[in-house]
């Protein structure tokens, strides 16, 4: 199999219902546009707080995007699926 | 001093001593323990050093580890600055003393999407105070976030809950903000804040820099009302307080020599008041700085340390003058027991001038001060805070029991009395040294013109500055040519 085109992490704080929520829509919009070409980390800071100085993380949840560079950063639970793909740049602006 | 009266302190309130000259005694104690503090200010006014400082002095005096919080400058960046202050925060952070995050919100590479909250913060705060048991904590300046983030709404909640919780956590915080145009700060951190705000400020006055410190509110606590002038120096930030602080000194009895054949007698044969502040008034080439040399010589000569600040002559020069007067100042400096500060003049303004002197005092530890002249520090600065300065000065040398003796050059065609010094209120004691001229010769005249607590002569006397230095005597009757 070959790597992931689409490397995202997902940081959330403990299984708070809108870290919930963000993971469900994420994986919805992957599957949906990016299927077969992503992997999704869910990186939980409360078993893990020190990897949130890595990322800059402030708000939670955050959704990075390690790959394909450059790093974005979406934040928020993820509900808007249009800002989502505009985010990830799966989309450009105004594409639909 | 102007306090406010609104209680006294109530034995719930406990105070975290800042460690920071002065502010804990404008605070009678310090900062509130386990409650956020506001400071604010403009750009460049000294916030995020206050901040650190209490942070530094926090680990190092009273062993409180300290979480630096910064949202504006990166870790190096700190390191480095502080560095010149003589602050070595990597030892501190070695040594689990101090730890910083670096916050860092890049608004072009994010996206905003739906809810979320602050959470990340909150774990990384967590997470630094958990890592070195801090007890005191920075926040600098956290209204970067209004401009990496959008959700105002959120943001406000968050920081209602971040404040709440750094209460809960027991943890002695300074938040730091921006000046505001219509409020202290930009985004109103005040509304968060209910404990304590202090409020820096930097003014340009006479094309001198006069810090100031206020504070703006201390709840449950009395606090001095008053704007303090503060200065940034080589150890860090030294506010200094109403004179009437300092004012409980003893008053000496004891006697210590002027150095000067003749002059002793003149004082009740015992010479000036320890501890008191001598005043020697007089024109260019009167021997005004050879009166200080003197009197350092002769203090020197019995064990004494002594500082002089040379605020025209270069230390080579003064040692060099002062020998071909029979004075062999080097030998006091070679042993150590006399240092000579020359400082820069004026460009660096008053400010630096007295910041220089307290530093040299705290590390020279010397018993007899000579300030050489006085008028470089009155004329660098607008006479009424030149003046408050130079008291703020002479109170805590007489209050270390330190004897000062300062020379001031009179303006051509004032003389003595004559001039409206207001330096002569300071001064306990006051010599006039005036140039008579006889015939083809020009004679050094000294006389008393006060000398608090003690009858001191009232005649005038001739100076003489022989090989061998300074002499006064009775002016010898005269044949007129």
Known sequence: MRPAEFRLVLYVAGATPKSIEAFANLKKI???????KYAIE???????????????IVAIPTLVRKLPAPLKKIIGDLSNTEKVLVGLNIIGKGAR | MATSRRGANPPSLSKCPSGIQGLDEVTFGGLPRGRPTLICGGAGCGKTLLAMEFL??????????????????????LEENFASLGFNLAALIKRKQLAIDHVYIERTEIEETGEYDLEGLFVRLASAIDSIGAKRVVLDTIEALFSGLSNEIILRSELRRLFRWLK??????????????????????EEYVADCVIHLDHRVQDQLAIRRLKIIKYRG???????????????????????????????????????????DDMFEGKGYYEASVILISGWAGTGKTSFGAQFVDSACRRGLRALYFAFEEAPGQ?????????????????????RIAAARVTFCGLEMHLVTAHEEVRRFKPQVVVIDPISTLTGAGQSDEAKSMLMRLLDFLKNEGITVLMTDLSPLGVRGEGRDLCVSSLSDTWIDLSM???????KRRLTILKSRGMKHAQETMDLLITDAGLRVKAIAAEKED
């Open chain 1, 30 to 36: 992957c599957e949906e546009y990016l299927k077969g």
């Open chain 1, 42 to 56: 869910v990186v939980d800071l409360l078993k893990n707080p020190t990897l949130a100085k890595g990322d800059q």
């Open chain 2, 56 to 77: 530094y002095r926090g680990a190092i005096e009273f062993h409180e580890p300290g979480v630096f919080m910064a949202f504006e400058e990166k870790q190096k960046d």
């Open chain 2, 168 to 189: 809960d956590r027991g943890v002695t915080a300074i938040v730091t903000g921006e000046k505001g145009d219509h409020l202290l700060t930009k985004h109103g951190l």
């Open chain 2, 221 to 263: 606590s009395r606090h001095g009302t008053n704007e303090y002038p503060f200065l940034i120096g080589e150890n860090g930030i030294s506010i200094y307080p109403l004179t009437s602080l300092l004012l409980a000194g003893r008053a000496y009895s004891r006697r210590i020599s002027s150095g000067i054949e003749g002059l």
């Open chain 2, 318 to 338: 003064l040692l060099r003058n002062m020998r071909s007067i029979g004075m062999d100042l080097k030998s006091w400096t070679d042993q150590g027991l006399l």
């Open chain 2, 436 to 442: 008579e001229t006889r015939g083809h010769t020009r």
